[in-house]
């Protein structure tokens, strides 16, 4: 037994001495990160930048003064892969400049094209996946050496969890917050499962901890991040064994409860919600305090039952419909989000056509909405054929794109005339004469400054509106 706790203490001893040797040659350098895709990745770079800290790097928001340049890819659609080879092509030009910078990339498309970009393409030099961050300072290491190195081993445990994210590109107001990774559910056109992995949960002191950190640093909303956020669940195994009978378990209700309790005066929003698994005491606890807001991202992907069995959804349009309705009960006021895939395979016109009735009986307040794109290894790739023509898919994406921003500017047109609490973020991007802020519902408004700092809560009458924003002016 004390063998082998020296051995294990004398291996520690050795990682450490590694890592300090390392930071003591990376001291000084300069680290420019750039983040594609979901707000997990942008929140994942945070983590990148911390642990390239540790390992003495400072962040950089200048590519060119870069010593080394990490792109956090997303693979979700084909065109968000096109923009990143695009963006490394561009890199690659200042690396003929420059030979001894190194060129990164990591996330999503690092599992999926780790040999193509090393070998074939030659545009990095260092890949590393989602559950390979800690290793990132030893990958640098290994390019000084002339090595391409790679890292793209998936973890079922990595959660980051003690890792204090280093804030990039922060108004200083809202933040991100990570509580689990990966994901189980396999919708059938989703690669993520792939490229990040199984579903893992981070323990809940840590996060409520990160929370009360930022609201002492001034942070005023948090985001709670996950695939699936309503399958959070802590000190349970993957087969529902409880992992210590003494400890309770934590289920995403409890956990939000938790951060809400963190203080009254930090706001609390969350994405992503599954319409299979978000129940209603998630909704009620919404409901008993103020400061969660009125806001939920409900991806439906389709409004018909066949082709939610298609994409392996595990609900139908009648299941779906339930949810929104506890919604309206629980929280008359709740704004609505969602996804919607246009073009799935073998999707009928008659199919389209329930998505959009779906549309015209929720009224969404905001949606993103996609035409369907193939991805390799996943489950429509393999079973289904990508079969609507490229035109008819746009064809049926721009009509609900059409549906959408009517619904978003009945939405808007609601607010008018209201007041509203708005959390001030900061200037507005079109005038330093403004200011702007979400409301609870999660829409942006703009409001003439009248002495207030980002961080403060403000009372905004609302007095005109586009589909996308809500005007007004602060009052008592
Ligand atoms: N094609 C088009 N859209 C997709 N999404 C995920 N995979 C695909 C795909 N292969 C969309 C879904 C998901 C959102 C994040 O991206 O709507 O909810
Ligand atoms: Fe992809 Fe479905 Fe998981 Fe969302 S829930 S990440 S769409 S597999």
């Known amino acids: 037994m004390n063998t082998e706790h020296q051995l294990l203490g004398d291996e520690r001893q050795g990682e450490a001495t590694m890592v300090e040797q390392l930071s003591d040659k990376l001291t000084g350098k300069k680290l420019y ?140 107001v809202s ?43 001034g942070y005023r909303e948090v985001t709670l991040l996950g695939q699936n956020v309503d399958s959070y669940r802590w000190n349970i195994t993957k087969k529902n064994e409880i992992i210590d009978a003494e400890k309770e378990t934590v289920n995403f209700a409890q ?5 809400a309790l963190v203080n009254p005066g930090l706001r609390i929003r969350f994405s992503t919600s599954h319409p299979k698994d978000m129940t209603d005491d998630v909704l009620h606890t919404m409901a008993k305090y103020e400061n969660i807001c009125e806001y939920i991202h409900l991806p ?91 035109v008819e898919k746009k064809r049926r994406l721009t009509e609900i794109i059409d549906v959408q921003m009517a619904h978003s500017l009945i939405s808007n047109q609601k607010a008018v005339g209201k007041i509203h609490k708005v959390l001030v973020e900061g200037d507005s991007r079109r005038s330093s004469e403004h200011q702007c802020g979400r409301n609870t519902q999660n829409v942006m408004c703009v409001f003439p400054k009248k002495g207030n700092k980002s961080g403060d809560y403000v009372n905004v009458k609302v007095t005109e509106c586009t589909a996308a924003t809500l005007l007004g002016e602060i009052v008592e």
């Open 255 to 259: 956990l939000l409860e938790k951060v």
């Open 33 to 172: 990160v750039e983040s594609y895709g979901c707000q997990m990745n942008f929140s994942d770079s945070e983590i990148v930048a911390s642990i390239m800290a540790q390992a003495g790097f400072e962040t950089t928001r200048n590519s060119e003064e870069a010593d080394v340049i990490l792109l956090n890819t997303c693979a979700i659609r084909d065109n968000a892969e096109q923009r990143v080879r695009n963006r490394l092509t561009q890199f690659q030009k200042d690396k003929r400049e420059n030979p001894n910078k190194i060129i990164g990339v990591l996330g999503c498309m690092a599992e999926r094209l780790k040999s193509q970009l090393l070998e074939e393409e030659k545009l990095v030099d260092l890949v590393a996946g989602p559950d390979a961050y800690r290793d990132l300072p030893n990958l640098v290491h290994e390019v000084g050496t002339g090595q391409k190195a790679v890292n793209v081993l998936l973890s079922r445990e990595e959660t980051y969890a003690e890792i204090t994210p280093v804030r990039l590109d922060t108004n200083g």
């Open 300 to 390: 439906v992907q389709s409004g018909n039952s066949d082709v939610l069995h298609r994409m392996n959804r595990g609900y139908t349009r009648e299941w779906y419909f339930d949810r929104i309705d506890a919604i309206r009960r629980i929280m008359p006021d709740c704004a609505i989000s969602t996804d919607i895939i246009a073009g799935f395979c073998g999707e009928t016109e008659a199919e389209h056509q329930d998505t959009v009735s779906l549309m015209q009986a929720v009224k969404y307040d905001f949606a993103y909405m996609f035409f369907y794109s193939e991805r390799p290894k996943t489950l429509a790739a393999r079973k289904f054929e990508d079969d609507v023509p490229e």
């Open 175 to 217: 933040a991100f917050i990570s509580i689990m990774r990966g994901c189980d559910n396999m919708c059938s056109f989703c690669v993520v499962p792939f490229t990040r992995g199984r579903e893992r949960s981070r323990d809940p002191e840590s996060i409520v901890a990160e929370a009360h950190d930022l609201y002492n640093r």
